[in-house]
């Protein structure tokens, strides 16, 4: 049977909009790698594959070539957000349930007004930071968070991230030999290191701000 995933990575690749270089930077591998991986040279662990059809945003089954039905898998906020004229209401969420497959909008806290040119690019939502973990990319305890939903992040970039056992965190990310790497901006914390298959990104931070309306 012909191997389906090199001819489909690269198909999915370029309807996402990606360059080789940049897919291989959120994948966590060389362009080399990624180049050889689309010309079947080499077959990625399934692990790997699970994050490329996170970043591609497809099915793994349909990337692999196990089905034929392709859809996006990350559609978490079609509609939720309220718009108004020229603003858009950016929920900010007061609970992310743990679980990969727990409903993203579990509680919604409150919906947050942001300019509809700064937010027309994609889809938004705002987290407010527990503890200074990540103090020294200015996120302190209490900040409004806002992220970019999106399957992946570069190498270092903050994301908010959960795992089939916990809820959702802010932590920077690396990917390493199928694996995400978790660390915050205190060198003496430990990294926690997650199979890619037992997590899931949700999306990038964007920006942080106090919001004193919000406290109390």
Request: proline share 6%; glycine share 8%.
């Amino acid at each position: 049977m012909k191997d389906k995933l090199p001819e489909r990575a690269k198909i999915a690749r370029k309807d996402k909009g990606l360059s080789g270089v940049d897919a291989a930077r959120y994948l966590g591998i060389s362009r080399t790698t990624l180049w050889k991986y689309e010309k079947g040279v080499r077959t990625p662990n399934i692990d790997l594959a699970t994050v490329m059809a996170a970043v591609y945003e497809v099915p793994t089954d349909w990337l692999l070539g196990t089905t034929e039905l392709r859809e996006h898998t990350y559609s978490f906020l079609q509609g939720a957000a309220q718009p108004t004229r020229k603003n858009r209401g950016i929920p900010l969420l007061g609970t992310i349930p743990a679980g990969l497959d727990a409903p993203l909008f579990e509680t919604i806290y409150h919906y947050v007004q942001v300019a509809e040119d700064y937010v027309s690019d994609a889809e938004y939502i705002y987290v407010q930071a527990a503890g200074d973990s990540l103090s020294g990319s200015r996120i302190y305890d209490g900040y409004l968070v806002m992220v970019r939903l999106q399957p992946g992040v570069e190498p270092g970039q903050i994301a908010l991230i959960r795992t089939a056992d916990t809820a959702a965190t802010l932590k920077k990310v690396r990917v390493e030999e199928g694996s995400y790497h978790l660390y915050d901006d205190d060198p003496r914390s430990e990294t926690q290191i997650v199979p890619v298959s037992a997590a899931q990104i949700l999306g990038k931070v964007v920006k942080a701000e106090f919001d004193p309306q919000l406290q109390g």
